[in-house]
Each structure stands twice: as structure tokens, then as C-alpha cells.
């Protein structure tokens, strides 16, 4: 009794021992195995994703296989940049400071600034010229970049630390070229710590305009940013009045800076939505009561005419700000939130585009999940794509000129504004839903739970592109993935000397 009572003693432990060291061993691995190294080069991190093309010749991922002559002929990133002897059109230095701040309306914020201001200074140029940036580093501890968000720059210019640069040190600077292409609304922040640096207020406007602008209609830009929680339109707690003239056209440029989607609505007047992500539409049409979705990151040019008898217009921002329009001695009139959501599917008039999607050369899907597991050791649910967690995540390998198609599908429970870099994608079809309205070319597209988008673009702008959702919390938790081009490379890592952590 008593020897096999020790007996089934010593085997249960033996047993419980074993139990454990089946469930801790497995744990202990996939703990072990999500820490992330200090410092780390971001095409040694994950794994490649060819999209059904051909694997490369000098993928940075694959340069261990490669012949060393294939990976001395990779273009490192710096090295794709804007005409170097072209002199700049259009110059600006920009001063970072860590600091407290106050709006207008005299609230305190414990954040960033630009030139002294937040919202910095907008950049304002025409479309063809070339623009230089030169950011200054004064006094932010963790060191700064600048981003500009929605602009198709050379991939040396796209500041992102650790990535495409190293984050710049307090009494360092760091000199931006770019040639803006395209006429529309943009915006730009820092891409170091970006969780912190851009609701800290790292940030400000790029307008590019037409060569000839359209007469009789006043630019607006409305930048929308939450200070201190508080919902502002540039740096204005409340209403921000314009004088626009009776009969005269206003286009209003929304910029969406925060972490979430916002509902923008014009009341006293029809409107039409005539750029999104800085890309004309095609065709729009006069409509009332809808609202817009301007994305996380996003932006949403919104046209009225002025009403000839000189009432006002109110272009509601979120519900809490709001632009208004006309001569100050008008009461604008209160608008109630239309329930309808304007669907940029159908929206506008189609147009052709200058490639043919249906026949991709790669096809990605960028399928976004939460599931638990470790994300840096750290226990929790985390953001999964294609089922796994950062830094196991997918690179999408494209080579230039590839026509490209991904399919984004979202089943995590909340919202993300996906931001591709350096590319604008056009959307095809939402839920299988094929578009029908004007090309809708985005940078910044709201994928809402339960949702899936295909997009489509066309490979042209050679480098390592950030393709993240623009919550900024997200990619700080793991919401992070790179468009790489085969034979490109980049000298900066995430970590280092210089601290780089662009999330
Ligand atoms: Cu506006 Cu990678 O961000
Ligand atoms: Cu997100």
C-alpha cells in the first residue's frame, strides 16, 4: 500500500513534470522566439513574399545564397534620390523642439513644434518644381525625421528611421529634395517614434498646386489634429471663419492627422469631393447630404460654391470644428450629421487607367488578424498578418515596373487606415464589389473590420517601402510591413546608435 502509494507518487510528478515542460517548452520557444533584437536590419526581419513573381536576383533576404557580385550590385536606398545638380524651387528650413506649446485658444500642450508653431509651417509649391527641406534638430531627445505623407518622393527622401535614414540627433539636420509631381493636398510628420512624435504635434501641411490655378475659387487648408485630446483645425479649437465672397467657389483641403476615421459634412450648400489622397477625381458631382470618411492619415478635398445671397457655409469637421465660410456678419447655421457615408465605389465618372490590372505580375494578400502570442516577449493579443506576428511578418518583393495587386482583408475587430509609401494604389472593387465611380487612386484607405479591398498599382518608384496601418499605435504594436524592390538595400537599422524606431 504504503510503496505503491510512493510509487504513483513519483510517477505523477514525473508526469506533472513532463506536463509542464510540454506546455512551458513550446512557450518558452515562441517567447524566446518574438524577442526582437536591439538593433536589426529591416530586410533581415520576416520573410519574403514573392506574389507568385519570380524570386529575384539580389534580394536583400536572400543575399546569403547569392554570389557576393549580385549583392555588391544592390542600389543601396540612399543612393535613389532626386536629380542632385537640379537647384531647388522651393526652400524651407523647418526647427524641431521638444517643448510646451499653447493653441489659440490658450490650452497647453506638452509636445513638439516646428518653426516655433504647431501645425508647422504649411509647404506650398507648384507641381514640377522641386522642393527642399531642410529639418533641423534642436532639441528632441529621440531624434527626429521627416515623412512626406502621400508624396511619391525618392525613396532616400521618404524618412523613415532606420530604414531610409537615421533618425536626426539634437544639433544635427538633414536636407530633403523632392520633385512634387502631382498637384494635391499632402502632409508631412516625423517617422521616428511616430506613436509619440506625430500626436505630440510633429507635423504639418504640403499643398502643391496646379500651374494655372483655377480662378475665383479660395484655397483653404483645414488641418485636423487632436492636441491634448482636444479635436482642432489648424491648431483652432472651434470654428475656423473664412471670407470667401458670395458666388465664389472655396476648396477646402481636409487633412486628416489623427489615429482614427473622421466624418467631414458641409451644410448651406451642395458639395462636390474632388480630390482623395491629393489625386483628382474624375466627374464628381454635385451631392448633399452625405458625409465623408476622410481616413486616418487621409485627405479629402471638398469644393462648394458660395451661396449668391451671402449666407455661409459650414464644412463640419468631426462635429466639434468646423470651417466656415462666407463674410462674418452671417450666423452659420447648425448641421446635423447626414446618415449617409458618400461611397467613393461609385462615386464620379470612370476614366481609364494607364495599366491594365487584371493582368498583375504579383499578387499579394495583407490580411490583418489579432491573435495572442509574444510580441517582443511581451504576452498579449497582438495585430497578425497572414496569420503571423511581428517581426515574422511578410516583405512583398516586387521588381520595377510590376504591375501589382493585393488584396487587404481585415478580421481583427477595429478599424485600420492602410498607408502604402511612395505609391498611390487604385482601389478595385470592396466586399468583391467591383469600383464603378471615378478611379479612386489612395494612399491612406479605411479598411473596416469585416472588410476586404482589392487594390492595384503599378511598381515605379524603386526602394524599401513602409506599408503600415496609420493608427500609430498599431504599427508600434506590430502593424508594419515593407513593399521591397529586388536589388535594393539600405545601410540604416532599426535600433543602433542612432536609436531608429520608426513606429
Ligand atoms: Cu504618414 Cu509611414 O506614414
Ligand atoms: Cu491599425
Known amino acids: 500500500m504504503h510503496r505503491n502509494h510512493r510509487i504513483s507518487g513519483r510517477a505523477r510528478l514525473v508526469i506533472a513534470f513532463i506536463a509542464t515542460a510540454a506546455v512551458l517548452g513550446p512557450l518558452a520557444w515562441l517567447w524566446q522566439a518574438s524577442l526582437v533584437p536591439g538593433t536589426y536590419s529591416m530586410t533581415d526581419t520576416g520573410y519574403a513574399d514573392h506574389g507568385g513573381g519570380r524570386a529575384g536576383m539580389a534580394m536583400a533576404h536572400d543575399t546569403a545564397a547569392m554570389p557576393a ?9 540612399t543612393a535613389l534620390t532626386a536629380d542632385p545638380d537640379r537647384p531647388a524651387d522651393v526652400a524651407a528650413t523647418l526647427t524641431a523642439r521638444k517643448q510646451r506649446f499653447h493653441l489659440p485658444s490658450g490650452r497647453e500642450v506638452d509636445g513638439y513644434t516646428l ?3 504647431s501645425p508647422g509651417p504649411t509647404i506650398r509649391a507648384i507641381a514640377g518644381q522641386l522642393v527642399s527641406v531642410r529639418l533641423v534638430n534642436e532639441s528632441v531627445p529621440d531624434g527626429v525625421t521627416l515623412h512626406w505623407h502621400g508624396v511619391d518622393v525618392p525613396n532616400a527622401e521618404d524618412g523613415v528611421a532606420g530604414v531610409t535614414q537615421d533618425a536626426v540627433a539634437p544639433g544635427h539636420e538633414f536636407t530633403y529634395r523632392f520633385v512634387v509631381a502631382q498637384a494635391g493636398t499632402f ?3 516625423s517617422h521616428q517614434v511616430s506613436h509619440r512624435q506625430v500626436l505630440g504635434g510633429l507635423l504639418g501641411a504640403l499643398v502643391v498646386t496646379p500651374a494655372e490655378q483655377p480662378a475665383g475659387v479660395t484655397d483653404v487648408i483645414a488641418l485636423v489634429h487632436l492636441y491634448a485630446g482636444r479635436r482642432t483645425v489648424n491648431g483652432r479649437e472651434g470654428d475656423l471663419p473664412v471670407d470667401v465672397p458670395p458666388g465664389h467657389g472655396a476648396r477646402v483641403r481636409v487633412i486628416n492627422t489623427d489615429n482614427g476615421p473622421m466624418s467631414a459634412w458641409v451644410g448651406g450648400a451642395p458639395f462636390r469631393l474632388v480630390a482623395v489622397d491629393g489625386t483628382d477625381l474624375t466627374g464628381p458631382s454635385p451631392v448633399r447630404d452625405r458625409t465623408v470618411l476622410v481616413t486616418a492619415g487621409g485627405r479629402a478635398d471638398l469644393e462648394v460654391t458660395m451661396p449668391a445671397d451671402g449666407s455661409p457655409v459650414r464644412v463640419n469637421l468631426g462635429g466639434s470644428v468646423a470651417v466656415v465660410l462666407g463674410s462674418r456678419s452671417h450666423d452659420a447655421p447648425a448641421a446635423p450629421r447626414p446618415r449617409t457615408t458618400l461611397d467613393l465605389l461609385s462615386y464620379g465618372a470612370p476614366a481609364p487607367l494607364s495599366f491594365d490590372p487584371a493582368k498583375p505580375d504579383r499578387r499579394f494578400r495583407y490580411d ?8 517582443d516577449g511581451r504576452p498579449g493579443m497582438w495585430w497578425s498578418v497572414n496569420g503571423h506576428l511581428y517581426p515574422d511578418l511578410p516583405a512583398f518583393v516586387v521588381a520595377e515596373d510590376d504591375v501589382v495587386r493585393v488584396r487587404i482583408t481585415n478580421h481583427s475587430g477595429e478599424v485600420h487606415p492602410m498607408h502604402l509609401h511612395g505609391h ?3 482601389v478595385l472593387s470592396r466586399n468583391g464589389v467591383p469600383a464603378t465611380g471615378s478611379p479612386w487612386w489612395t494612399d491612406s484607405l479605411n479598411v473596416g ?9 503599378v511598381a515605379d518608384n ?3 517601402w513602409m506599408d503600415h496601418c496609420h493608427n500609430l499605435r498599431h504599427p508600434a504594436e506590430g502593424l ?11 545601410p540604416f537599422v532599426v535600433g543602433g546608435i542612432s536609436g531608429n524606431d520608426p513606429e
Do not use: C, K, Q
Not at 557580385?69 to 536606398?77: G, L, Y
Not at 473590420?449 to 498599382?457: C, I, K, L, Q, R
Open 69 to 77: 557580385d549580385h549583392v555588391m550590385a544592390a542600389r543601396p536606398v
Open 115 to 117: 518653426n516655433g508653431e
Open 187 to 189: 502632409w508631412y510628420h
Open 368 to 375: 490583418i488578424g489579432r491573435r495572442p502570442g509574444f510580441l
Open 424 to 426: 498611390h494604389a487604385v
Open 449 to 457: 473590420d469585416g472588410e476586404s479591398y482589392d487594390v492595384a498599382f
Open 462 to 464: 524603386p526602394g524599401i
Open 480 to 490: 508594419v510591413v515593407h513593399l521591397m524592390y529586388e536589388g535594393v538595400s539600405t
